[in-house]
T-cell receptor, first 115, second 113 residues
Framework: DAGVIQSPRHEVTEMGQEVTLRCKPISGHDYLFWYRQTMMRGLELLIYFNNNVPIDDSGMPEDRFSAKMPNASFSTLKIQPSEPRDSAVYFC?????????????FGPGTRLTVT | GDSVTQMEGPVTLSEEAFLTINCTYTATGYPSLFWYVQYPGEGLQLLLKATKADDKGSNKGFEATYRKETTSFHLEKGSVQVSDSAVYFCALSGLDNNNDMRFGAGTRLTVKP
């Protein structure tokens, strides 16, 4: 299995631009999570989906952030407009719903820099 | 609410030293407990897990035992290597149909030759 795939691995953009981060979960996994990691705030859960449906988006910072999961093998996290304080590493993770141990598998992350 | 507290770092050890990273949790039920490791520039990788009291998770020489009486899941390794240098996260999940995972703040370990 290829694991969770994220793209791009690095993104540098200017303030005010739209940024789209992409994630492909592990095949057969029906939960997908988006996290943000910064030195100041650590690892934060932004949103998670179950069977492509958003379940909890209480961690999404503000209306500039949106996430979609149009099918079981693809999700996007969009920031519009981007701001310098959005600079962070964004991780996608997935897990299988039938596993009772709840372990999540993480992608390599997208390092976003907003100048 | 449900949470995880782990010892603050950074931790610096010499090669072959004994490692302990403390982790305690607060939970209303019986969560599954995890240790994840993050190497520089990479995502988090599951290191080991335990799903019920007295279970011992182990992997790559690391061990942790689920202690319900002390609500702890301390990570240990008898002899660390330079390649173990990374950030270690304690986490819990599986409470009250809550599907998210609660992470500790992470402990940075540096092993010197």
């Amino acid at each position: 299995d290829a694991g969770v795939i994220q793209s791009p691995r690095h993104e540098v953009t200017e303030m005010g631009q739209e940024v789209t981060l992409r994630c492909k979960p592990i095949s057969g996994h029906d939960y997908l999570f988006w996290y943000r990691q910064t030195m100041m705030r650590g690892l934060e859960l932004l949103i998670y989906f179950n069977n492509n449906v958003p379940i909890d988006d209480s961690g999404m910072p503000e209306d500039r952030f949106s996430a979609k999961m149009p099918n079981a093998s693809f999700s996007t996290l969009k920031i519009q407009p981007s701001e310098p304080r959005d600079s962070a590493v964004y991780f996608c993770a997935s897990r299988a719903g039938h596993l009772s141990s709840y372990e999540q598998y993480f992608g390599p992350g997208t390092r976003l820099t907003v100048t | 609410g449900d949470s995880v507290t782990q010892m603050e770092g950074p931790v610096t050890l010499s090669e072959e030293a004994f490692l302990t990273i403390n982790c305690t949790y607060t939970a209303t039920g019986y969560p599954s407990l995890f240790w994840y490791v993050q190497y520089p520039g990479e995502g988090l990788q599951l290191l080991l897990k335990a799903t019920k009291a007295d279970d011992k998770g182990s992997n790559k020489g690391f061990e942790a035992t689920y202690r319900k009486e002390t609500t702890s899941f301390h990570l240990e390794k008898g002899s660390v290597q330079v390649s173990d240098s990374a950030v270690y996260f304690c986490a819990l999940s599986g409470l009250d149909n809550n599907n998210d995972m609660r992470f500790g703040a992470g402990t940075r370990l540096t092993v010197k030759p």
